[in-house]
């Protein structure tokens, strides 16, 4: 007996030790190292959205001797790898290790499957002993690393607002807190109604895009039109999921006010108008990326997306798609918005701050990098000059829009987002409404219970939101 | 008694009734129909990588062979992920785990089932109840403490700890009880063999069956895992076939590629087939255990 | 029996220690640490808020009533219960006969030891990949629903599988079903070739029929690995989380009627990392499994001790 106390005693110190050990390793981020920051830079807590102010000399060094990147894909790092001037790959079979000038660079891939991109970088942001550098965040959980003391403000790495003058506004908003820049992104993800120019022939007698888009150009507009397409024998949309995001990225209220969750007018409007459409069977209710054969067959009217959905999910290159024979065109659509997105930030513990600016800089900002990607990836640059020279250019043309240039609908879109109602519980509530919602469109729940599901679900992921 | 139960045996067999003959018929009837069912399996995975990524696209499923499987591996040959690295690793954690968790279960087995001691009941029912946590319960802790004694990013917690597994233990006893006689072990001690020496050469080569179908499951498990690994590895260099895999899955629109996917899914599954096949012998070729036991 | 064994070996009884070091020692040092920093923040207020750290603040059992104050814990306990069922009887009741024919020596299968073989492989493909092809075949536009369609007319229009309650619980019963039967078979094979072969040639003599010779010898004899294949199959059962997670995308639709106890351990530990709740939730799921455990080892094997 008493060895047995003596071992359960053992264990409890053991266990008390370590316990202690990882409550003193784990820093409160916020009430820690916000002082720090503020101290580091006394001006950004004034200056405007989209302004790094400042404009005081900053002076960045290189003390690290590696350069450590963190992502959860190599869609940025093929670019900085072929286009990022003075960096060598250490050797053409691994993408991961390479030099800028005599720094060492390495590259931690984490795929996103089941959060773990996420959980490897709060680990390595929150572990002193971890080496991060700069890391790459998309949208919908931006908000979560843009705070003082996991990246570094733009203010604080030398760049000034003559650098950022030429980004779209939305894509400064996104990674600004409190008035503060925390990163930047080569890309823009503006979106539109992507349409089927058969079916647009048949029953709205012109395929163009002016009057196409003249005839959706409001909600009643784009429903009526559902209207005829039913008649006719088509859908209109493949499934109700596909216009979420038009209204999602249109709210007018966040997703999260004073820790209560907060239902925007929009997205019960998403919810009336799409449970009407699934009534009238004018859409159907399977998930998004199921919509294979109204890729093929002119089932469909219209879906929306960006410039990604074209290649990734319209099946061009399938031989027998509608994308193949260029049966698409693009309009704006009752609403404009955007979908998706990458952004880099610098972690505000890097320890090559001068090499990391110079690489945020170059790969997000730099015109002859921006020009590069178009020309060799296809992307939407951040860069309202460039885009405007390639929307401008009536030679350019793309296949699966059967000749269209898209570039000043997908720059149209861009021009009145708005996302300063972006939270980092937006990724949660987007999935999580839209989940719940389906079932109500199915008829297998009533609206009352979809919603008790929706709040249910938002709760018990984060503890501190109630609705 | 043996013999003339033999002999008996033989004179049944002449006169097959219909009646066995019908059970056979409908035995194998049954058993083809399962077999169709598990292999079903394997053949859409051959077939999904001989097709391309926009044949596959939405999920588009293929009855018969495509024309791209030589295309598909040439492009996962050439892209950044190093397959064989991670077949390696694959294969060193999962026959680590495989061969650690075998021999200590045993061992842990052995100790409860052939002595006598104070604490024996302690120990037992503390595993009984053990058995039943759930991985994902402590799978947080787990990384964050691995990450406190900088043992994260090396293979030491994905092999090390299926020296104690619970469940392996479990069988292990349970498959004693049914089949390791006491009096095996009192004639070797009488012998003078001592208790460790007993233990690796009489009661490991009794328990090969055993061995054999939690060698399969372990590895299995071990090679399949995607959850703990992707918490724990970090660098390329370590990776795993799941998590590499995962990549391919995450990979940019530019790039995402269904046919890679599915090549690769084909190219990590057959390590373990060969593993399973080389072991299974065991499992179908029936050790004659029951005779020592007469 | 007991009491000889006790007699004899009682000098050699120190090696039952020996022999548990290595297990104890590995025990304790990777998993029960966690383990016990899991049962501790049970009582405290511990989760992350962005990148945030709240708590960790002790709070006593407040978790404990929250979990079963709010939330659905007793739907998802019954979801997982139900999708385990339907996994399991076919499971237990296949591998079963399976055992029997494999094990019966009048009835010779020529390919019993191709079938051996074969009815395991389901379970070397990854639950990732599995449910991918399985998402395919049953897909509103899969070969399932073109059949229904096309070929047997029972069906005008696309049954989506994965939006009906009963079909979706039905899909990862079966899934798991094809995934774990070659597994208990091998298990219960395992245990009837540990069974004295001469038992079968006595009552093969005694003109004993195949179903005698399964109920009063197979069955008793193959007791302790059942009792093993039972508490594995529930324990694994209410930790079911793989099949549905993959197959619903974590969200265990239509209406949560898909999500099982393990999954929505999964969305509390796993954007806000909140340990004091996941924490409470893993240890009421030990006790429940715990507890049940017991009952079915004691129930079955302490009838003749």
Request: charged content about 15%.
């Amino acid at each position: 007996m008493k060895k047995k106390l003596l071992s359960v005693m053992l264990s409890t110190a053991m266990v008390a030790a370590l316990l202690a050990g990882c409550t003193g390793s784990t820093p409160a981020v916020s009430s820690e190292v916000a002082p720090a920051t503020s101290e580091v830079a006394p001006v950004t807590s004034e200056v405007e959205p989209g302004s790094v102010g400042g404009g005081e000399e900053v002076v960045l060094e290189d003390t690290g001797d590696k350069l450590t990147i963190e992502c959860w894909n190599d869609e940025w790092q093929t670019r900085v790898i072929n286009l990022m001037p003075g960096y060598t790959q250490d050797s053409e079979s691994d993408p991961n290790h390479g030099h800028i000038g005599d720094l060492p660079v390495e590259w931690i891939v984490t795929p996103s499957d089941n959060g773990a991109y996420q959980n490897a970088l709060d680990a390595d942001l929150l572990d002193d002993s971890a080496d991060v550098d700069i890391f790459l965040v998309e949208a919908d959980y931006a908000g979560k690393y843009t705070v003082p003391g996991v990246a570094k403000p733009l203010g604080d790495l030398g760049i000034t607002d003559a650098d950022i003058a030429d980004q779209y506004a939305y894509t400064q908003q996104v990674v600004t807190t409190d008035g503060v820049l925390y990163g930047s992104s080569w890309q823009t993800c503006g979106a539109g109604m992507i349409y089927n120019r058969d079916i647009a022939k048949e029953v709205l007698g012109t395929d163009d895009p002016d009057e196409v888009q003249a005839l959706v150009s409001d909600w009643d507009k784009w429903q009526d039109v559902a209207a005829q397409m039913k008649e006719a024998g088509y859908k209109m949309t493949p499934c109700a999921a596909t216009s979420y995001r038009v209204f999602s990225n249109n709210v007018t209220t966040p997703w999260v006010k004073d820790n209560k969750i907060n239902v925007d007018a929009n997205i019960q409007k998403w919810i009336d108008m799409s449970k009407e459409m699934v009534d009238a069977e004018q859409t159907g209710t399977f998930g998004l990326w199921d919509t294979n054969e109204d890729f093929q067959k002119n089932i469909s009217f219209c879906v929306f997306g960006p410039a990604w959905y074209f290649d990734f999910c319209m099946q061009a290159g399938s031989g027998d798609s509608i994308a193949d024979r260029g049966g698409w065109a693009l309009c704006q659509g009752p609403q404009a918005h955007f979908w998706g997105g990458t952004w880099v930030c610098v972690a505000e513990k890097t320890d090559n701050a001068a090499t990391a600016a110079e690489i945020l800089k170059t790969m997000t900002m730099d015109e002859g990098v921006l020009t590069s990607i178009i020309e060799d990836y296809g992307d939407n640059v951040n860069n309202k000059t460039i885009v405007a020279k390639y929307a401008a250019d009536t030679s350019y043309g793309n296949d699966v829009l059967g000749g269209q240039n898209p570039y000043s609908i997908f720059e149209g879109a861009l021009a009145n987002v708005d996302v300063s109602n972006m939270t980092i519980y937006d990724q949660i509530c987007n999935e999580q409404i839209q989940t719940a919602m389906t079932d109500y469109f199915t008829g297998k729940v009533d609206e009352d219970t979809a919603w008790d599901n929706f709040y249910t679900a938002v709760e018990e992921t984060y503890p501190e939101l109630s609705r | 008694m043996a013999k003339e139960g033999a002999m008996q045996l033989q004179m049944d067999k002449e006169k097959v009734t219909g009646g066995i003959r019908l059970r056979r018929v409908v035995a194998n009837v049954v058993l083809v129909l399962l077999c169709v069912l598990c292999l079903f399996w394997f053949y859409i995975l051959l077939i999904n990588a001989t097709h391309n990524n926009a044949e596959l696209s939405g999920g588009r499923f293929h009855i018969f062979f495509g024309k791209y499987f030589g295309q598909n591996w040439v492009n996962l040959m050439h892209s950044s992920i190093n397959i064989w690295r991670g077949m390696l690793n694959s294969i060193i954690i999962a026959a680590g785990s495989a061969v650690l968790c075998t021999y200590f279960s045993s061992m842990t087995a052995y100790a409860i089932h052939c002595y006598d001691f104070k604490l024996k009941n302690v120990v037992f029912t503390f595993i009984l109840m053990i058995m039943t946590i759930p991985t994902q319960v402590t799978a947080l802790g787990f990384v964050q403490f691995m990450r406190n004694i900088h043992l994260h990013d090396t293979f030491v917690p994905l092999i090390v700890p299926a020296i104690a597994a619970p469940v392996t233990f479990f069988y292990m006893k349970q498959y004693m009880d049914s089949t390791l006689p006491l009096s095996i072990i009192e004639a070797a001690r009488i012998d003078g063999s001592g208790e460790f020496r007993t233990f690796n050469t009489i009661v490991m080569p009794m328990m090969k069956p055993a061995i054999a179908v939690q060698a399969i499951f372990t590895f299995v498990s071990s090679w399949n895992n995607y959850f703990t690994p992707a918490l724990i590895l970090k660098s390329d260099k370590n990776k795993t076939l799941p998590i590499l895999i995962a990549t391919l899955r995450s990979a940019d629109y530019m790039k995402f590629d269904m046919g890679q996917v599915y090549m690769m899914i084909m190219l990590s599954i057959f390590p373990v087939i060969v593993v399973y096949l080389a072991l299974s012998k065991y499992i179908v070729g029936g050790v004659a255990l029951g005779a020592v036991k007469g | 029996m007991k009491q000889a064994k006790r007699g004899k070996v009682v000098s050699f009884n120190k090696w039952g220690y020996i022999f548990l070091i290595p297990f104890i020692a590995v025990y304790c040092f990777f998993q029960l640490i966690p383990l016990v920093m899991t049962i501790y923040y049970s009582f405290f207020e511990n989760y992350m808020s962005g990148m945030t750290q709240i708590g960790p603040r002790f709070i006593g059992i407040e978790n404990y009533i929250t979990l079963f104050s709010k939330g659905d814990m007793l739907k998802y306990a019954l979801n997982t219960v139900i999708m385990w069922i339907i996994g399991f009887i076919p499971q237990i009741l296949v591998s079963l006969l399976l055992g029997a024919w494999f094990s019966d020596t009048r009835l010779r299968l020529r390919a019993a030891s191709f079938y051996k073989v074969v009815i395991y492989l389901p379970n070397l493909i990854m639950a990732s990949a599995f449910s991918m092809l399985f998402f395919a075949l049953f897909s509103e536009t899969g070969p399932i629903n073109a059949l229904l369609m096309n070929t047997l007319h029972v069906i005008n229009k696309p049954f989506i599988f994965f939006q009906d309650i009963p079909a979706t619980r039905i899909l990862v019963g079966f899934m798991n079903f094809l995934m774990w039967f070659g597994n208990t078979t091998i298990l219960l094979m395992a245990g009837m070739l540990g069974i004295d072969p001469s038992l079968y040639e006595a009552a093969e003599v005694d003109g004993a029929t195949p179903t005698q010779v399964f109920w009063r010898i197979t069955l008793p004899l193959l007791r302790p690995i059942l009792v093993y294949v039972v508490i594995t199959s529930l324990i694994g059962g209410l930790q079911m989380f793989d099949v549905p997670q993959i197959l619903t995308n974590g969200k265990g639709s239509p209406a949560n009627s898909a999500m099982t106890l393990i999954m929505w351990l999964n969305r509390h530990i796993g954007t806000s990392k909140n340990f004091g709740m996941g924490g409470a939730l893993s240890v009421v799921l030990f006790i429940i499994t715990g507890v049940l455990s017991m009952v079915v080892y004691k129930v079955s094997n302490g009838k003749e001790d």
